[in-house]
């Protein structure tokens, strides 16, 4: 069974940076991709990032382009999103996702909240 936990949310102000992590177990992930996926209070959940997890090929949403890097540590089945330049628009509780390429994402963690003030 696949298994996410994610980590390092927390409360920043704007212009600031924070480093999520997703620490993945239960399966060789080398056939997957691993995504983040956000959802502000009262809006749909909405794609941040992915990465091939063999290739190391990234993805990103226009609205986190140049401001977040996705990446992954194979020795440690993890997954990281640096975010920097942070903004109040970014405040919202960040999901770990993984699927198995070519296919939706099935497995999801808990989240962890980010918080930017201005």
């Known amino acids: 069974q696949v298994q996410l936990v994610e980590s390092g949310g927390g409360s920043v102000q704007a212009g600031g940076s924070l480093r999520l992590s997703c620490a993945a177990s239960?399966?060789?992930?080398?056939?997957?991709?691993m995504g983040w996926f956000r959802q502000a209070p009262g809006k749909e959940q909405e794609y941040v990032a992915h990465i091939n997890w063999s290739a190391g090929s990234t993805y990103y949403a226009g609205s986190v382009k140049g401001r977040f890097t996705i990446s992954r540590d194979n020795a440690r089945n993890t997954v990281y999103l640096q975010m920097n330049s942070l903004k109040p628009e970014d405040t919202a509780v960040y999901y770990c996702?993984?699927?198995?390429?070519?296919?939706?994402?099935?497995?999801w963690g808990q989240g962890t909240q980010v918080t930017v003030s201005s």
């Open positions: 239960g399966r060789t992930f080398s056939n997957y991709r």
């Open positions: 996702a993984a699927a198995i390429l070519g296919r939706e994402f099935e497995y």
